[in-house]
């Protein structure tokens, strides 16, 4: 049977901009919750339970090849957090079922980075191809067929964009031949 909708949130290291301006840390994590504290304010705070949260704002260090290796228990990598999310999609479309998977968040708040990666750091996105055609090879039966269908799309002020077409129609997304969309 199909998974029902897992929610999770993921803090980012601080970009070079928030480095520069000497940003304050406002979020800590403690398994599922994440405690938001204002910072004019320090006791005041909102808990938010969700079903994963992903602390991913420091306690890493870099390997020669550029991957992001965890230093400790606390650091969520690109691979934990396919195992939490993308593996039970993939597992779910092995099933039969159809499978979304979505990221929401704030420009520059690091969805592409989860979704796709960046480097060596693959994301959920190409992780997911990677364990999807390596398990079609690996488990060959006769009469069997796969049909894989991919879509990746943004909506990004009220118009929605096929990220894996270079041309998208003015106006909006439209059934488009040429991108098999």
Not at 19 to 28: E, G
Not at 61 to 81: I, K, M, P
Request: with cysteine; net charge negative.
């Amino acid at each position: 049977m199909g998974e029902s909708v897992k929610v999770a949130v993921r803090v980012r290291p601080f970009n070079q901009r928030e480095n520069q301006r000497n940003a304050k840390l406002v979020i800590t994590m403690d398994d599922a919750t994440t405690v938001i504290r204002n910072p004019e304010g320090p006791n005041q705070e909102h808990k938010f339970t969700f079903d994963y949260s992903y602390w991913s704002h420091d306690g890493f260090s870099t390997s020669d090849d550029g991957v992001l290796l965890a230093e400790s228990d606390r650091y969520a990598s690109q691979r934990r957090v396919y195992d939490d999310l993308g593996q039970g999609v993939l597992d779910n479309a092995f099933q039969g079922f159809n499978c979304s998977l979505f990221a929401y968040g704030q420009t520059g708040s690091g969805k592409s980075y989860s979704m796709v990666g960046f480097g060596p750091n693959r994301g959920i996105v190409p992780i997911t191809c990677d364990e999807l055609f390596k398990k079609i090879k690996e488990t060959p039966e006769d009469g069997v067929k796969y049909e894989v269908t991919f879509s990746m799309l943004e909506i990004y002020n009220e118009q929605v964009r096929d990220l894996l077409c270079k041309k998208n129609p003015k106006g909006g997304l439209r059934e488009n031949p040429s991108c098999q969309l």
